[in-house]
């Protein structure tokens, strides 16, 4: 992982991307933009990539978590499995998308 900016809370960030992942295994119409939100960052070719006009469909503080996760994105060049995330968006893949797994993990 590249070293992120000093100003760049990275904490911050994570709570954030787990507080979307919260709303992308829920069942609203917030939770599928946040959820093709996550699965581009995941695998944009084979999971779809996201519409940035689509982020007007969430409530304001959603939209302030997908700005933070975005700047991660950013600033690590690293995907989800860097921070952790292999499982959940695993699961995300099988609750939004049909298509297996592994054939989804970068």
């Not at 507080?19 to 933009?33: F, M, P, Y």
């Amino acid at each position: 992982m590249t070293e992120l900016a000093n100003e760049f809370k990275t904490s911050e960030a994570i709570a954030a991307l787990k507080r979307l992942l919260k709303i992308a295994h829920s069942d609203t119409g917030q939770s599928k933009i946040v959820a093709d939100f996550l699965l581009a960052w995941w695998n944009a070719r084979r999971c779809g990539g996201f519409d940035l006009t689509d982020i007007w469909g969430v409530d304001r503080r959603i939209a302030d978590d997908m700005v933070s996760v975005f700047k991660l994105i950013a600033l690590s060049n690293e995907y989800p499995i860097a921070f952790g995330f292999r499982k959940e968006f695993e699961n995300l893949v099988l609750g939004w998308r049909s298509m297996p797994t592994d054939k989804a993990s970068v």
